[in-house]
Structure formats: structure tokens, C-alpha cells
């Protein structure tokens, strides 16, 4: 009987993970998002927000009340202290819902693909529970100018955002498949499509 292959997939910022994530949802595997969990755990009424307003103030508010994301990460990509605060309120938050949602997926089927998709998967040491691991990539001055175009960014800001994470190199070290997306859209599918094949034959040997 086939097993359900658990993957992560993981990038430096504005290297085309959530691309990538889409690709494999959309050829068959089950994808959970952490960057969509981590922006709902810290919504109104949902577990971190209160901790993370009180660590940080009010001034990072709207005017309705939710985090303003631009005005928190304007002050965890300037410190590091703050942005190890950030993370240490977030992330077992993220981890228990991201565990949530495997099991749910694993009680539904018992066979397929689950796809991971996390940021800073190396950097919080999460890697290690996957039996792949999927790095994406892309030259850096690609991946420089994609996050200043997404996200208005001057080039030391944009800069200042690559560095707070782990180096691409080091990840891709880690990964047991890479993709790299300096490409056209149409490379970057082949690309995952091929990994994808390889990492159902690996399914479809595991038993349940």
C-alpha cells in the first residue's frame, strides 16, 4: 500500500516559493501554507496577536485595530533582537497549526504528497522532519530586484530584508532537490514537475 510522503519546501524571500508551492498543489500534492497560517495567527482575536501588541506597542496598529505588517517588518528587518522576539511569539503558533493541518490531511487520505511551505524552515531548525526537503533559488541580483518591484522597496531596504535571513547557498546545501527559478514560468515547471514524478515513486514505495 502507497504512504504519504511528507516534503518541505523552503527559499530565500522573493525567490518564487509560493510560485512553486502553487505548481505542486496544482499537479496533486496537498500543500500547507505557513506564510498564509503566520498571517492569520497574528489577526485579531487569534493567538499571537495580543502578545505581539504587547511586546511591540500600539503604534503598529491600523486604524482598525489589525497589525500593520509594513510598520512591524520596518522594525524587525532594522533588529535582529526585535525580530528574534517576533519569531519566538510566532512560530509555535505557526507550528501547531501546521501540525493540525498534516493530521487532517493524513485522517483524509493515505497516499499522496504533503508539501510544507515555510520561509525560514532551515533557520528554525524545522527541516529535519521532512523526508525531503525542497530549496528554490534564483540569482541574487534577480532576487534583489523581484522584491523591490513586489514590494516598493529602496535597494538597501530590499537588501537589509535578503541579509536577515540565511544565505541562499547555505539552504540550497541543505536541500535534497533545488529549483531554480531565474527562469521563465515555464523552466520553473518543468523543473518541479520533474521533482515532483520522482517524489511520488518515493510514495508510492513508503507503506502507511
Known sequence: MRGVLYVGLTGGIATGKSHAARVFSRLGAHVVDCDEIAREVVQQGKPAYHEIVKTFGREILREDGEIDRK???????????????????????????????????????????????????????????????????????????RIMYRDSLSEEEAGSRIQAQLPLDEKVKMAHYTVDTSGTYRETRLQIRKIFQELLKLAQQQDC
Do not use: S, W
Open 71 to 145: 510598520k512591524l517588518a520596518d522594525i524587525i528587518f532594522h533588529d535582529a533582537e526585535a525580530r528574534q522576539k517576533l519569531n519566538g511569539i510566532v512560530h509555535p503558533h505557526i507550528f501547531d497549526e501546521e501540525a493540525r493541518r498534516v493530521i487532517t490531511i493524513k485522517e483524509k487520505y493515505d497516499a499522496g504528497i504533503i508539501v510544507v511551505d515555510a520561509a525560514l524552515m532551515i533557520e528554525t531548525g524545522i527541516h529535519d522532519r521532512f523526508d525531503k526537503l525542497v530549496v528554490v533559488h534564483c540569482h541574487p541580483k534577480i532576487q534583489l530586484e
